[in-house]
């Protein structure tokens, strides 16, 4: 898999001809940068590293390839694991600021009518198009497709797709029948709303209670909450009330 690009890589695409500039370029794609097709005035960040064309002005401009090389440390990426399976995650609209590389080997498959996601060992959540493309998606985004599945596996998810099995399963039990009479079509309302207090309250009273404890024992590995804080991405106030039960 090629994830840093070289001299050579650019001498090559400096001897793509001038009818061809506009459109060849280097690309990041699933397996690494490689060569590829590239759409007249289409931008040229995101999956582009640099095109034919540019290279050439830079090239006229005096500068040398490893100039370029220098310039743009952003095009070589790290990869992550020293797996044989690997993929390059990008962002949502296959944009990205800085590529990660994946061990696809050691990560768990989630599938179901037209879904496919990734779980990484280190609880990375990727959705899979039809091409083989991997893009990076929050718990949330993840939970949200998995939500709207109408059936799916659920032995072997990770707990925030299971809690939304769940949750699709306590919507359902609210639903009125298309014959409900008026008396049925009342008590489904009143339960509706009950429920929705229920959540509102005690079901995010404890949900909220789990993260504390979670993020305490997050604290107790790292032996200290900064780095905790850091690991969760969260205000130094927002721990402090997760950790003191608030």
């Given at each position: 898999?090629?994830?840093?690009?070289?001299?050579?890589?650019?001498?090559?695409?400096?001897?793509?001809?001038?009818?061809?500039?506009?459109?060849?370029?280097?690309?990041?794609?699933?397996?690494?940068?490689?060569?590829?097709?590239?759409?007249?005035?289409?931008?040229?960040?995101?999956?582009?590293?640099?095109?034919?064309?540019?290279?050439?002005?830079?090239?006229?401009?005096?500068?040398?390839?490893?100039?370029?090389?220098?310039?743009?440390?952003?095009?070589?990426?790290?990869?992550?694991?020293?797996?044989?399976?690997?993929?390059?995650?990008?962002?949502?609209?296959?944009?990205?600021?800085?590529?990660?590389?994946?061990?696809?080997?050691?990560?768990?498959?989630?599938?179901?009518?037209?879904?496919?996601?990734?779980?990484?060992?280190?609880?990375?959540?990727?959705?899979?198009?039809?091409?083989?493309?991997?893009?990076?998606?929050?718990?949330?985004?993840?939970?949200?497709?998995?939500?709207?599945?109408?059936?799916?596996?659920?032995?072997?998810?990770?707990?925030?797709?299971?809690?939304?099995?769940?949750?699709?399963?306590?919507?359902?039990?609210?639903?009125?029948?298309?014959?409900?009479?008026?008396?049925?079509?009342?008590?489904?309302a009143r339960?509706?709303?009950?429920?929705?207090?229920l959540l509102?309250?005690?079901?995010?009273?404890?949900?909220?209670?789990q993260r504390?404890?979670?993020?305490?024992?997050?604290?107790?590995?790292?032996?200290?909450?900064?780095?905790?804080?850091?690991?969760?991405?969260?205000?130094?106030?927002?721990?402090?009330?997760?950790?003191?039960?608030?």
């Amino acid at each position: 898999m090629q994830l840093v690009l070289t001299t050579a890589d650019l001498q090559q695409l400096a001897q793509t001809p001038a009818d061809r500039a506009a459109v060849t370029c280097l690309r990041l794609g699933r397996r690494g940068w490689a060569f590829g097709r590239r759409e007249p005035n289409s931008r040229r960040d995101g999956l582009v590293a640099i095109d034919a064309e540019a290279l050439h002005e830079r090239l006229a401009a005096g500068d040398t390839f490893t100039d370029l090389l220098a310039a743009n440390d952003s095009w070589s990426l790290a990869s992550t694991a020293d797996g044989r399976h690997l993929g390059v995650v990008t962002g949502p609209h296959q944009m990205w600021q800085q590529a990660l590389v994946v061990d696809l080997a050691g990560a768990q498959r989630v599938t179901g009518p037209g879904l496919e996601l990734i779980v990484t060992r280190c609880g990375r959540y990727l959705s899979v198009d039809r091409s083989g493309e991997l893009t990076d998606l929050g718990e949330l985004a993840a939970a949200q497709l998995v939500y709207r599945l109408p059936l799916m596996r659920e032995d072997t998810l990770p707990p925030v797709l299971l809690a939304a099995r769940h949750a699709r399963r306590l919507v359902e039990a609210l639903g009125a029948p298309g014959d409900a009479g008026p008396e049925q079509a009342r008590a489904g309302a009143r339960a509706a709303a009950a429920v929705t207090e229920l959540l509102r309250h005690t079901v995010g009273a404890d949900v909220r209670a789990q993260r504390g404890i979670s993020a305490q024992r997050l604290v107790d590995h790292l032996g200290s909450q900064e780095a905790a804080r850091v690991r969760l991405g969260i205000a130094r106030s927002t721990l402090s009330e997760l950790l003191s039960g608030r």
